[in-house]
Each structure stands twice: as structure tokens, then as C-alpha cells.
């Protein structure tokens, strides 16, 4: 942990993303202290310009609600369905991968193709649509996002899983007698578990990118303020009002990239190759 | 914000001032207006398409027998004078002399009976539902034109506006199939103005009709209507000064005190007194919490609409007090509730009722950005009273699904009165309008056999004191009963550059024509 600690830390930018990413989950978890009402309360008179009253920093919004209030609280939702949806695909993409990798032939072919089918549907298109049957909330976005999610997770496992699958310590597991759930769980995952941490870290990055877009578009959970609804709803005001498509972009564009740079520094510092090249 | 709205709001009354006859300047002759239609008509046979665009521009190339001021007075149009005798049956309309059809051919009765008892019957659905109780259309002679009633009816009189009644010339489609007629691309009117162009997906070309009837009448030479089908562009176009007129809801309502603080920019919401647009947030009346009076009046007490006027409908309109919308005929202040914003009486009603956080389900229209805003504001003032609300957001096929399956509990809409609670009110109160698969019937399920016997009775009753006492006695029961939300009688600001003048001079705003306008 220490060795990997100090990996970490030699990548400047993956401690910056940490950091920022650190930042916006204390803003989420204070959001209620700081703003006790709602970010739905109109609490001023609409479009009130950032930095002209200290009680709405960042101004107001077409109704006079409070946008710093918006982004706290947006920051929770984002966090939320970004790791929740995550640990869903993973859920469901971490097994599939593992039975098709470890035992391969038909298993693989059947999984696979069923894998596949979920990959040559835009995933995009697909959120879309499953938000649209399922009614726009809190619980068929994260499934939404989660099933255009695991196929990749999928994927990586699935090869991760075929490359151990041939070492030596697996033979001799399955000689000592042990089962196959046992040899999956205890002896190959703990060994690809590296990879599929980036791949996490990056699907939580897309995950807000992707909850983001399908506010925008007015499919987000009407009861909910995320970034991407603020984003919608500002984007026909855009040029009376900037500050209210500004502030949560700035906001979407800084979570992602920083998640993106702890993905990158992850990356490094679970690689065995780049630890070997430092020793 | 308030001050602005204020001055936008005095120019306005400025430019409404204009009407003729106080105009200070001489009207200037000649020049073109550049208006912008949204979105592109299907066709322009008024007397066939109903459609929102058609009825904009066709109303300058077809005209009907009567204008109605904003009061919803009737004033000449191809009528010079009319009777409506005693008993309220029979009305006799004296025609302008030496009005020629645009083809050359003269107009005489003979056209108004033509169109009346054997175009419109065939064409138009709403007309037709008002013609039921009309027993013969006859001309005595070329001048004259008799409609002899079954019984009183008392909208009957506001039937006559050139949407609802556009006169076509009999001598182009009798014995002809009127939908099938090729004339229908090259309209043929009586109206101040001709069909010259139209290039699809981009503009369509009116010019001045050197024969109108009307002595010195239209001053435009031509009118281009613009199809840009973007609403950005659209404002750009009008900023450019590539369009000088942007009829109500053609740019987003936010973009309206921007554009109407440019340079030579004049705003007016007159010109919607006719189809008096009414919001309201419907109720289901067959079950749940809507059900219950306690929780329909506090409903309407917790919402604030002094602030939905001023935030997302730039101080325009006026707020409901009512079913019947501020310039329908018969509303009757006095008998009404007063249901003006009041948080402390709707927690006390909830409280009355024992109120304990159950949700209602919340399907807003979703008709573009202002409204889902106002769908937002609305949910955070029922909110602030305790109420839960569950919103449930879907597209426009949805929301009319939804809302013909009877499934929600509160919805917002707006729905035209066309003048007359005859004609556009009864329709969403009375039981024999309840039925699945529209948005637009009495979605609301409110049924009260005393509602259903009085906007009968009012139908039909004559003279007007008498339709006045029943109306007085309907608004008080629907106000009493809180049916419905009512919310605000909206306006969909028209504007201008300041140096076109006299634009709008009838209850019916832009869609009567151009006949008066000019241009400096």
C-alpha cells in the first residue's frame, strides 16, 4: 500500500484530480449545511448576476433560485449516480467476464455475443430510450446508465481472465481440488483486480458525463437539480444569463477531468511493470 | 425588472393608442412588412386549414362578414350593418356594396350562403358544431344575407370573425371537391391583400390589392412572411432588422424583455382578447386527494401567480380569478373566491383535512421551456405548504396520453375561450365532455348535474341580462367548488420595430389582417 501510495504521488496531475475529487465529495456530503432549503426554493429575484449579493454568490437563476445551492447540491446527485451506476456495471459485468474468460468455448460464445449485442446499440441511443420507457428518475437512470456500462467491463475481465487462466498457480488450484467458484473468486480475481479499478474510476467520469447529457436533453429526475438539468434549463437564456450555464460547466468539465487524471495515476501506479522500472 | 416592464408596457399602450381616427401622423403609403411565420402553414385555404400559421397569413387574403374590437364589440368587416330581431332567431346582415372577389368576379350573397351553409358544414368542425342551431341561410338579394336560428344562441353573433367564418367564392368551388380544389394553392379572398408567392421553406409573398373596397386601404404594398424555423434565428432575423414583426410565440418568452429592449423595438400583448388563451392546473376529480374541496382550494391558495407573471411571463396577461378568462364575455368578478396566493390558508385547510404527506402525482405540459419553469415553480409552492409532489416529466405524445388515460392527478394546460363560454369554456366542466383518449375535453372528470343544467340553459337563453344571471350563477359554483387552478389568462406579446404602426387594432391582434397597417 505504501509502495503504492508513493507511486501514486510521483504522478502531479493524479494527486491535483484527487484532490479536486476530494473537494467536490466534502461539497456534496456539507451541501445540507451550508444550504439548509431546498436549491429548488426561489429565494431571490430572478436573474440576479453572480457576485452581486453575498447570500447567492453565484447568482440566480430564471426563477430566482439559488445556483451555488444548484451546484452543491449537483454535485451530490452527480457523485451518486456516477458510483452508484458504476458498482451496478460492475456488478453485472465482472461475472459474465470471469465465466466467459474462465471457461471459455461455448460459455465464451454465448456470453459474448450476448455481450456484443448490448455494444453495437449506440449507448447514447440506448440511455435514451430505456430513460424514456422507464420514466425519467433517479433509479432508471442509474440502471440506464449501468446497462450501457458492463459491456466493456465485460470485455476486460473476459481477456484479463483468459491470459491468468493459463498460469501455473490455476492448474494448481484446480489439482488441490478446489472448486471453480473458489478458483474465480479467491485465486484470479484478486489478480486482475488492478485493471478493472481504472476502468471503474474512468466509468464513474463517464457516468456524469452521461447522466449530465440526458438532463440536458430533459430526461433527467424532475425532482432532482443535477449540473445537466441547470445546463438545459440555462440554454435558452444563454445569452441574458451566462453565468447559468458557465458555473456547471466549469463544474461538469473539473469533476470529470480530475476523475479522468486519478484514472491515469491509478493506472501508472497499479501497473507492476512501472513499478519494476522505478526499482 | 419591474421598472423595465413598465416602460415595455407603456410603449405598448402607446402603440395601441394608434388606433385610427387618433393616429397623430398621416398613415404613410407604400413599403413592405417582414414578418416572421411560425411555423410554416400547411396551406393557406382558410376556410379549409384551421392551423395557427394558415389563419395568420390567410387572414389578410379572406376576410369574414364582422371584426371584433377588444372589447369583442362586432364592427363592420364585409357586413355594413346587421339585426338581430327580438326573439334572438333571426339575424340580418346588409353587405358592403362593390366588393369585388380577387379574381376579378363580383361578391354578392349568393358567396355568404354558399359558404355558410354548404363550404363550411363540409370543412370546418367548430363552425359546424355552432351552425347546428341554425335552421336556413338565405339571400333575399344580392345585398342581403338571412341566418334564421332554431331557437337563441347566443354566441352566434361572435361566429363571424374571419377564422371561424372566412368567406369563399362560391363561383371557384361550388360543385367542386373543396379539399381536392387546385385553387386551394392560389387562394382567392376578398381581402385587402393578394396571394402572389410562395417558396416553400422560405417565405411566402402577399401583395396589395389595388381593388379593395375600402377607400385608401391596405398602405402596404406587399407583405413577406418569413419561415425560419429556428427560434434563435428568428430572433437574430428580428434584431438584423431582416423581420420587423414577430407575432406572439415566435421567440422563447425569456428571449422577449432582451429583444424588447433593442433599439426601435415596441412590444404589445393586445390582440389576444378574442381567443383569450386561459392556464390552469387540472384536477382529477375521480379519486385521491383531488378529489376533496379542502385540498383543491388549497392548492389554489398556495399558488403564488403575481410571481409566475412576472418571472416567466414578462408581467404579461393577467392573473386568473375565474373560470372565464378576463375577456370573455359574462365573467362576473363579484360571485368569484378570491384564491390570491395565501400559504397560511392552504397549510390550514391541509390541516383541516389531516393532510399527512401522501404525494400527487404532478404531469406538467411539457410545451417548451416556460412551462416546464412554471411546472417547477408551481411544484416548490405546493412544496412550501407540505404538499408532496411527484413530477412525472414525458414528451407531448405522452403527456396527451397520459392525459386521455385519465392517469394524473395535476397537470397544467391552457386552453382558448374564443369569446364566449359557449363556445370555449362549458367544454371543460360539463359531464357530456368527459371522455378518454383527449387532452383537451373536461380531462378533469368534474361532473355537477347543476354545471351541466346552467351552461345548457346558458347557451340558449336570451336576451344577454339573462345569460349574464346564469354565467354569474356557474362561475360562483365552479369557484366555490376550486374545479380547477385557474392560473393566468396569458398574452403572447407581439413585436414590433416602432415605426410599423397601427398593426393591431382588433380583439383578434395580427390574425385579422394588415389592413390598417403602415409603415413610417
Known amino acids: ?279 | 425588472m419591474k421598472k423595465k416592464l413598465l416602460g415595455t408596457l407603456a410603449t405598448s399602450l402607446l402603440l395601441a393608442c394608434s388606433l385610427p381616427g387618433l393616429a397623430a401622423a398621416e398613415p404613410k403609403e407604400g413599403g413592405r412588412a417582414n414578418v416572421v411565420v411560425q411555423p410554416e402553414p400547411p396551406g393557406l385555404m382558410l376556410g379549409i386549414l384551421q392551423n395557427a400559421p394558415t389563419q395568420m397569413v390567410a387572414g389578410n387574403i379572406y376576410e369574414g362578414l364582422l371584426r371584433y374590437d377588444e372589447k369583442l364589440n362586432p364592427k363592420p368587416q364585409l357586413a355594413t350593418s346587421w339585426t338581430i330581431s327580438d326573439d334572438g332567431k333571426t339575424y340580418t346582415f346588409k353587405l358592403q356594396k362593390g366588393v369585388k372577389w380577387h379574381d376579378g368576379k363580383p361578391f354578392t350573397a349568393a358567396d355568404v350562403v354558399f359558404t355558410a351553409d354548404v363550404f363550411l358544414r363540409k370543412t370546418n368542425p367548430r363552425t359546424r358544431a355552432s351552425l347546428a342551431y341554425v335552421d336556413t341561410i338565405t339571400a333575399p338579394d344580392d345585398e342581403t344575407v338571412v341566418f334564421q336560428l332554431k331557437q337563441p344562441f347566443g354566441p352566434f353573433i361572435r361566429m363571424f370573425e374571419v377564422g371561424t367564418m372566412p368567406i369563399v367564392p362560391k363561383h371557384i368551388y361550388e360543385g367542386t371537391d373543396f379539399q381536392a380544389n387546385p385553387a386551394n394553392n392560389t387562394p382567392i379572398g376578398t381581402g385587402p391583400f393578394k396571394f402572389a408567392e410562395w417558396v416553400k421553406g422560405s417565405y411566402i409573398k402577399l401583395v396589395k390589392n389595388p381593388d379593395y373596397y375600402e377607400k385608401g386601404k391596405p398602405h402596404l404594398d406587399e407583405i413577406y412572411w418569413h419561415v425560419i424555423p429556428d427560434a434563435a434565428a428568428r430572433a437574430v432575423a428580428f434584431e438584423t432588422g431582416k423581420v420587423d414583426i414577430l407575432p406572439g410565440g415566435s421567440v422563447e418568452n425569456f428571449d422577449v424583455p432582451r429583444l424588447a429592449k433593442t433599439k426601435n423595438a415596441c412590444i404589445t400583448d393586445k390582440g389576444w382578447e378574442f381567443l383569450a388563451p386561459q392556464s390552469w392546473l387540472w384536477f382529477n376529480h375521480r379519486g385521491g386527494l383531488t378529489a376533496d374541496v379542502r385540498f383543491r382550494k388549497a392548492v389554489s391558495y398556495a399558488i403564488d401567480r403575481d410571481f409566475a407573471r412576472e418571472a416567466l411571463w414578462n408581467g404579461m396577461g393577467k392573473v386568473s380569478t375565474g373560470p372565464f378568462a378576463d375577456s370573455t364575455a359574462f365573467r362576473d368578478e363579484k360571485v368569484l373566491v378570491n384564491y390570491s396566493y395565501d400559504p397560511a390558508k392552504a397549510k390550514a385547510l391541509l390541516k383541516e383535512m389531516g393532510y399527512k404527506g401522501e404525494p400527487v402525482r404532478f404531469t406538467p405540459m411539457p410545451y417548451g421551456e416556460t412551462w416546464m419553469r412554471w411546472a417547477e415553480a408551481i411544484k416548490q409552492n405546493l412544496e412550501d405548504v407540505g404538499i408532496k409532489v411527484d413530477m412525472i416529466t414525458t414528451d407531448v405524445a405522452g403527456w396527451n396520453k397520459k392525459l386521455g388515460d385519465w392517469d394524473f392527478d395535476l397537470s397544467t394546460t391552457f386552453l382558448y375561450q374564443y369569446g364566449d363560454p359557449a363556445l370555449g369554456v362549458s367544454r371543460a366542466y360539463v359531464s357530456s365532455n368527459i371522455a378518454k383518449g383527449s387532452p383537451f375535453n373536461n380531462v378533469g372528470g368534474y361532473s355537477n348535474p347543476e354545471v351541466d343544467k346552467l351552461f345548457a340553459d346558458g347557451a340558449v337563453a336570451f336576451p344577454d341580462s339573462a345569460r349574464q344571471t346564469i354565467y354569474s350563477a356557474v362561475q360562483k359554483k365552479l369557484s366555490d367548488d376550486a374545479v380547477y387552478a385557474w392560473l393566468i389568462d396569458l398574452k403572447f406579446p407581439t413585436l414590433t420595430h416602432c415605426n410599423v404602426k397601427n398593426l393591431i387594432t382588433t380583439g383578434i391582434g395580427v390574425n385579422d389582417g394588415f389592413k390598417d397597417a403602415w409603415i413610417e
Not at chain 1, 137 to 164: C, D, H, K, N, T
Not at chain 1, 244 to 268: C, D, K, Q, R, Y
Open chain 1, 1 to 279: 500500500m505504501k509502495a503504492f501510495w508513493s507511486r501514486f504521488r510521483r504522478h502531479k496531475a493524479a494527486v491535483a484530480g484527487l484532490v479536486v475529487v476530494l473537494l467536490v465529495v466534502a461539497i456534496a456530503i456539507a451541501a445540507p449545511y451550508f444550504y439548509p432549503v431546498s436549491p429548488w426554493k426561489m429565494v431571490q429575484r430572478p436573474f440576479l448576476p453572480p457576485f452581486a449579493n453575498p447570500a447567492v454568490p453565484l447568482g440566480t437563476d430564471t426563477l430566482g433560485r439559488n445556483v451555488a445551492s444548484g451546484l452543491a447540491y449537483g454535485a451530490r446527485v452527480s457523485l451518486l449516480i456516477g458510483t452508484v451506476s458504476t458498482l451496478v456495471a460492475l456488478a453485472v459485468g465482472v461475472p459474465i467476464g470471469a465465466l466467459a474468460g474462465y471457461f471459455g468455448g461455448v460459455v465464451d460464445d454465448v456470453l459474448m455475443r450476448f455481450t456484443e449485442f448490448f455494444q453495437t446499440v449506440p449507448s447514447f441511443a440506448l440511455a435514451i430510450v430505456l430513460v424514456a420507457i422507464f420514466q425519467p428518475s433517479l433509479f432508471s437512470i442509474i440502471i440506464a446508465i449501468a446497462i450501457v456500462g458492463w459491456p466493456p467491463v465485460a470485455r476486460l475481465v473476459r481477456g484479463e481472465v483468459m491470459a491468468q487462466r493459463q498460469r501455473e498457480y490455476v492448474e494448481a488450484a484446480i489439482l488441490a481440488g478446489q472448486s471453480h467458484l473458489t478458483i474465480i473468486t479467491r485465486q484470479i480475481l484478486p489478480n486482475v483486480v488492478s485493471p478493472i479499478v481504472v476502468l471503474a474510476s474512468l466509468m464513474v467520469a463517464s457516468a456524469i458525463l452521461l447522466e449530465s447529457s440526458l438532463s440536458f436533453l430533459g430526461l433527467g429526475d424532475p425532482s432532482i437539480m443535477s449540473w445537466g438539468y441547470m445546463i438545459g434549463a440555462a440554454r435558452t437564456v444563454v445569452r441574458q444569463a451566462w453565468w447559468l450555464s458557465v458555473f456547471p460547466g466549469v463544474a461538469i468539465l473539473i469533476s470529470v477531468l480530475a476523475l479522468n487524471l486519478v484514472g491515469e495515476g491509478l493506472a501508472e501506479a497499479l501497473d507492476p511493470r512501472s513499478s519494476r522500472d522505478q526499482a
